[in-house]
């Protein structure tokens, strides 16, 4: 993947370009749960030669002796996962995750006893809940570059 994919942290400190992806992954590993709070954390691999932070840079956690997970320090969005062999970036955080398909599931050994039923669980909707989903209004950065963020009249 060679073209230009952009993307940020949920709040808009945080913006980057990268090009050169290499492989969309899901990783099953505890760790990657605690990061995303979440089942597991989905990433793509970065070529750093060919990954430009535009807006900001990530904090770095430590989270063990071989391993830096990068975030927002504003917002809290993961968005890097640093080791001795590169870097791979959150999924989630780009502006079009559908096209980071993940390829291969890592850890598996270690994913929660009951992912694999997860999505044959149904699907529940709401017409109170779809007024609710269309009431909100939205603070978080569009997803697309933009030159000032917040807008000016929001600072």
Same mark, same amino acid.
């Given at each position: 993947?060679?073209?230009?994919?952009?993307?940020?942290?949920?709040?808009?400190?945080?913006?980057?370009?990268?090009?050169?992806?290499?492989?969309?992954?899901?990783?099953?590993?505890?760790?990657?749960?605690?990061?995303?709070?979440?089942?597991?954390?989905?990433?793509?691999?970065?070529?750093?030669?060919?990954?430009?932070?535009?807006?900001?840079?990530?904090?770095?956690?430590?989270?063990?002796?071989?391993?830096?997970?990068?975030?927002?320090?504003?917002?809290?969005?993961?968005?890097?996962?640093?080791?001795?062999?590169?870097?791979?970036?959150?999924?989630?955080?780009?502006?079009? !995750?559908?096209?980071?398909?993940?390829?291969?599931?890592?850890?598996?050994?270690?994913?929660?006893?009951?992912?694999?039923?997860?999505?044959?669980?149904?699907?529940?909707?709401? !017409?109170?809940?779809?007024?609710?989903?269309?009431?909100?209004?939205?603070?978080?950065?569009?997803?697309?570059?933009?030159?000032?963020? !917040?807008?000016?009249?929001?600072?």
């Amino acid at each position: 993947m060679s073209e230009f994919h952009s993307g940020g942290c949920q709040c808009g400190a945080i913006r980057f370009q990268a090009s050169k992806l290499g492989r969309p992954s899901i990783c099953h590993c505890r760790m990657c749960q605690k990061q995303f709070g979440s089942f597991f954390g989905a990433f793509v691999t970065a070529d750093q030669a060919h990954l430009t932070w535009t807006r900001g840079q990530p904090m770095l956690y430590r989270s063990s002796a071989k391993v830096k997970r990068g975030f927002c320090a504003k917002c809290g969005t993961p968005l890097t996962y640093q080791h001795p062999n590169g870097v791979e970036l959150a999924i989630g955080a780009f502006d079009h !995750p559908e096209h980071f398909e993940p390829q291969i599931q890592v850890n598996h050994h270690q994913r929660l006893p009951w992912i694999d039923q997860l999505f044959d669980k149904p699907a529940f909707t709401s !017409p109170d809940m779809e007024a609710f989903f269309a009431s909100i209004e939205s603070f978080q950065h569009p997803d697309h570059d933009t030159t000032i963020w !917040p807008p000016e009249d929001d600072q």
